[in-house]
């Protein structure tokens, strides 16, 4: 089916900048929009941006001004550029790909496949 492998996680000082990465493999066909989420210790997992195969993104209030997400269709590949970091932004960070549904596409539950996760930390 469908691999997600994300890349570009770490520790980074408040104020400072990260830019993490998905590459998606397998049957790319299946994927439709993708996105980030994010999961702080003792929290639940919370959206923090999407964008469609078209183009059109969707931001959390909490990263909006302060991040930027791109995807490049030829790659496959889903990025999230995070600037002005702050201590709260700290979490593992998930990308996520939403199947088409098409035959043959199906994925583990109704939000599509998942990535393994990127640990992104922020120190002040």
């Known amino acids: 089916q469908v691999q997600l492998v994300e890349s570009g996680g770490g520790l980074v000082q408040a104020g400072g900048s990260l830019r993490l990465s998905c590459a998606a493999s397998?049957?790319?066909?299946?994927?439709?929009?993708m996105g980030w989420y994010r999961q702080a210790p003792g929290k639940e997992r919370k959206l923090v941006a999407g964008?469609?195969?078209?183009?059109?993104?969707i931001y959390a209030d909490s990263v909006k001004g302060r991040s930027t997400i791109s995807r490049d269709n030829a790659k496959n590949t889903v990025y999230l550029q995070m600037n002005s970091l702050k201590p709260e932004d700290t979490a593992v960070y998930y990308c996520n790909a939403a199947s088409t549904g098409w035959e043959g596409c199906s994925s583990a539950d109704e939000y599509g496949y998942w990535g393994q996760g990127t640990q992104v930390t922020v120190s002040s």
């Open positions: 964008v469609t195969e078209g183009g059109s993104t």
């Open positions: 397998g049957d790319t066909q299946c994927i439709s929009t």
